[in-house]
């Protein structure tokens, strides 16, 4: 499956901006998802994770409250609804994919990346 991530930009502390991660390839709806993220200097980081149903995610304690993940199996899309932005949100975020119905919070068990979409959250 082939990932095409979306939607980064610079926006103002408090505010919104929703990422998208569209997959091309083979049947979308047998992959878990994620989004990662890697700010300059420092390691990549779990944010959220997605069933392949969407009936199941978790969240990274950092965003729990602020960001959304959903998934469009319809239109093999997968979002994230980034509200109350902060900052130390600044990063260039990944999405992800893995064969199978469970998602994790490793990026080593995921097998596709797309190329990353920038955020910049100005203070």
């Known amino acids: 499956v082939q990932l095409q991530a979306s939607g980064g930009g610079l926006v103002q502390a408090g505010g919104s901006l929703r990422l998208s991660c569209a997959a091309s390839g083979r049947t979308f709806n047998s992959y878990a998802l994620a989004w990662f993220r890697q700010a300059p200097g420092k390691e990549r980081e779990f944010v959220v994770a997605?069933?392949?149903?969407?009936?199941?995610?978790y969240y990274a304690d950092f965003v729990k409250g602020r960001f959304t993940i959903s998934r469009d199996n319809a239109k093999n899309t997968m979002y994230l609804q980034m509200n109350s932005l902060k900052p130390e949100d600044t990063a260039v975020y990944y999405c992800?994919?893995?064969?199978?119905?469970?998602?994790?919070?490793?990026?080593?068990?995921?097998?596709?990346w797309g190329q990353g979409t920038l955020v910049t959250v100005s203070s």
């Open positions: 992800a994919a893995r064969e199978g119905s469970a998602w994790y919070a490793s990026d080593k068990a995921y097998d596709y």
């Open positions: 997605v069933s392949w149903s969407g009936g199941s995610t």
